[in-house]
């Protein structure tokens, strides 16, 4: 299994390398997720702070923060909470985005070591600028499957080698914000390491623009970086 881990990490690195080299537009993404739970583990409070960079246009970059509460109901959950994002460009206004939002979950085991996941979301986006005329408020819908497979487990240890792949489908009413990059499609792969509920992963994510916003390109790549505790 440990040899099945390196070649799965080898490639990995190769995919990520020959999209980078592929397309145009390429960013980084970095969240910290930090998690409580209540005693009976049915409440679930979340903060998770976040940055994105573009390397290939030094001025994009944004600054995020999110709180989030999830009820747990069996294999159900509903919640919601509110996101801050900061994005600045040299090329755009920069701007604040609050965005509050909804959601409902499914979580189905499909064997012991494989649960699939369902996720639907409605935000509410209102953008602020340093001139109010440009202000605006406009909605967005997100339906996320993904599922997390066990590859591999040490429990003397207690570590997991975990696979993660998810796609998430943006339906966004107004394709013009006045956001540099609208992503309609996102396909992602994981790979995390959970040691003492500790997890980190590294991801390589392909997104899809959407075509009716013009950009330079119409696809990007996203390499992220995640940590989870």
């Given at each position: 299994?440990a040899k099945?881990?390196?070649?799965?990490?080898i490639?990995?690195?190769?995919?990520?390398?020959?999209?980078a080299?592929?397309q145009?537009?390429f960013f980084?993404?970095?969240?910290?997720?930090?998690t409580?739970?209540?005693?009976?583990?049915?409440?679930?409070y979340?903060?998770?702070?976040?940055?994105?960079?573009?390397?290939?246009n030094v001025?994009?970059?944004?600054w995020?923060?999110m709180?989030?509460?999830k009820r747990?109901l069996?294999?159900?959950s509903i919640?919601?909470g509110?996101?801050?994002?900061?994005?600045?460009?040299?090329?755009?206004?920069?701007?604040?985005?609050?965005?509050?939002y909804?959601?409902?979950?499914l979580?189905?085991?499909i064997?012991?070591?494989?649960?699939?996941?369902q996720?639907?979301k409605?935000?509410?986006?209102s953008?602020?600028?340093?001139?109010?005329?440009?202000?605006?408020?406009t909605n967005?819908?997100r339906y996320?499957?993904?599922?997390?497979?066990?590859?591999s487990e040490?429990?003397?240890?207690?570590?997991?080698w975990?696979l993660?792949?998810?796609?998430?489908w943006y339906?966004?009413?107004?394709?013009n914000?006045?956001?540099?990059f609208?992503?309609s499609?996102e396909?992602?792969?994981?790979?995390?390491k959970?040691?003492?509920k500790v997890?980190?992963g590294?991801?390589?994510?392909?997104?899809?623009f959407?075509?009716n916003f013009?950009?330079?390109?119409p696809?990007?790549q996203?390499?992220?970086?995640e940590?989870?505790?």
């Amino acid at each position: 299994m440990a040899k099945l881990i390196k070649y799965l990490i080898i490639i990995f690195i190769i995919i990520c390398h020959e999209k980078a080299i592929a397309q145009y537009d390429f960013f980084h993404d970095i969240a910290v997720s930090k998690t409580f739970y209540s005693a009976d583990n049915k409440n679930i409070y979340s903060v998770i702070p976040g940055w994105k960079h573009i390397y290939n246009n030094v001025g994009w970059r944004r600054w995020s923060v999110m709180g989030q509460y999830k009820r747990q109901l069996n294999m159900w959950s509903i919640g919601g909470g509110v996101g801050m994002f900061y994005t600045f460009d040299k090329d755009i206004m920069n701007n604040l985005e609050l965005r509050p939002y909804l959601l409902l979950n499914l979580k189905t085991p499909i064997t012991k070591n494989i649960i699939f996941s369902q996720t639907l979301k409605g935000e509410l986006r209102s953008f602020f600028y340093k001139v109010s005329d440009n202000n605006f408020n406009t909605n967005r819908l997100r339906y996320n499957l993904n599922a997390v497979a066990i590859i591999s487990e040490n429990i003397d240890k207690k570590v997991k080698w975990k696979l993660r792949p998810e796609v998430e489908w943006y339906i966004q009413k107004n394709a013009n914000v006045k956001e540099r990059f609208i992503s309609s499609t996102e396909y992602t792969l994981t790979l995390l390491k959970e040691m003492r509920k500790v997890e980190v992963g590294i991801g390589y994510r392909f997104e899809r623009f959407n075509k009716n916003f013009l950009v330079s390109d119409p696809n990007a790549q996203t390499i992220s970086i995640e940590l989870n505790f």
